[in-house]
């Protein structure tokens, strides 16, 4: 039995078998390349290079050093354009889709610049393959590197390519996994993405869950809508959403819809209101600091500044799925949330941004303004509104 089909047995005993399958790939790669190791291999350093679909990252490399495992995550934003990309052998691989070779001892890097630091460390030999995906239209790659003074053989380079094969449809699993989860996560929010993943999809499947209900929505945007080019009008949009938006993740709040200029966050209780409203109201004062500090850019930039407003309020939401037969969408609804919705459309009228429910302002640590008692359009009666 020859190296290759004596890797290919020992490797598909080992994944339908000890391989740590349902970890990730953060622990099936190093032990593969354990693996490959025991079998004989030369190998020095590996790498796993794999495109995600990330608004943030455009995916992870995970790179195996002599029984050392490090991770990359590169920002999406020009990474095609990049540097780093245009001079890489990955770049080679995506547009051929063939394996790229080089032998380092003897025709040295090639104007590669991760080759150049490879050479500098003394390896002798590279290879890069195509992961052998169903999805070709993303990266997904293997590397594999050695200091042997014979770099590799024809043989090693058979057996090597046989196990980037048998690691494939692993690989392939574990970026699918994750794509539906990041996509999920970005889309509806990490909590509801969790659930849908999990399997709530039925329309109509929901829990009672209490939240602090956060609604907030921008003044007057619709008017500068119209005097400014669109994109211009986006970018301005989704500089106040970092800003604000940010505010709410930092403190553990799930944004579940952007409506237009303004959006719906939720921070779910789980038994403790008072520390879970003490966050939501932090969150808030960090919001409205965070849109003092915009407004200060803007006037740089010769722009007028943003307003908005803040509803803030603790109650039972209806968590779940509504929609029609094939399209659905994974929200909060119920009297809370157009309690909460009720109180942000009163700072139009009273001379502060923030405004919270009694309800709210009963379970927060700080001291909170009494304004008085007023009628919210749809909510019964008068209600206390307070401010921070």
């Not at 990041?182 to 909590?191: K, Q, T």
């Not at 970018?235 to 579940?256: K, S, T």
């Amino acid at each position: 039995m020859d190296l290759t089909e004596g890797l290919r047995a020992r490797l598909a005993a080992w994944l339908v078998g000890d391989a740590p399958v349902r970890e990730g790939m953060p622990t099936l790669f190093p032990a593969f390349c354990d693996q490959l190791v025991r079998a004989g291999l030369p190998i020095w350093r590996a790498s796993l290079g794999l495109e995600t679909l990330h608004p943030e990252a455009s995916g992870f490399m995970l790179v195996w050093r002599d029984g050392t495992l490090t991770s990359e995550e590169p920002r999406r934003a020009g990474v095609l354009t990049s540097e780093p990309y245009l001079r890489s052998p990955i770049r080679v691989v995506d547009e051929t889709n063939q394996p790229f070779r080089r032998r380092l001892a003897q025709e040295g890097s090639g104007g590669f610049p991760v080759l150049e630091d490879l050479v500098a460390e003394d390896a002798t030999d590279y290879a890069m393959l195509p992961l052998l995906f169903v999805d070709t239209s993303r990266t997904a790659v293997i590397s594999f590197a050695t200091k042997s003074p014979t770099g590799f053989s024809e043989e090693e380079m058979r057996a090597l390519d046989e196990a980037s094969r048998l690691l494939s449809p692993y690989a392939e699993r574990a970026l699918l996994r994750r794509i539906a989860i990041d996509l999920l996560a970005a889309y509806l929010g990490r909590a509801a993405g969790r659930r849908v993943y999990q399997g709530r999809v039925e329309r109509g499947d929901v829990e009672t869950l209490e939240a602090a209900i956060w609604f907030c929505d921008l003044r007057g945007f619709t008017a500068l809508a119209e005097h400014l080019p669109r994109r211009e009008v986006i970018a301005l949009l989704n500089r106040w959403f970092d800003a604000v938006g940010g505010a709410v993740v930092a403190e553990g709040g799930e944004i579940l819809k952007f409506m237009g200029d303004g959006f719906l966050a939720v921070f779910l209780v789980g038994g403790e209101p008072d520390i879970v409203c003490d966050r939501a109201f932090a969150a808030a004062e960090a919001a409205v600091a965070a849109s003092r500090s915009l407004d200060q850019e803007f006037a740089r930039e010769g722009r007028a500044p943003l307003r908005f407003g803040l509803g803030l309020h603790l109650g039972e939401v209806e968590f779940g799925n509504v929609g029609t037969h094939d399209r659905l969408d994974f929200t909060a609804m119920g009297p809370a949330v157009n309690h909460a919705s009720r109180l942000e459309a009163l700072t139009k009228q009273l001379p502060t941004p923030v405004l919270a429910s009694a309800a709210f302002a009963a379970h927060v640590s700080r001291p909170m303004r009494p304004l008085g008692r007023f009628a919210l359009r749809g909510v019964a009666g008068e209600v206390e509104v307070y401010a921070p």
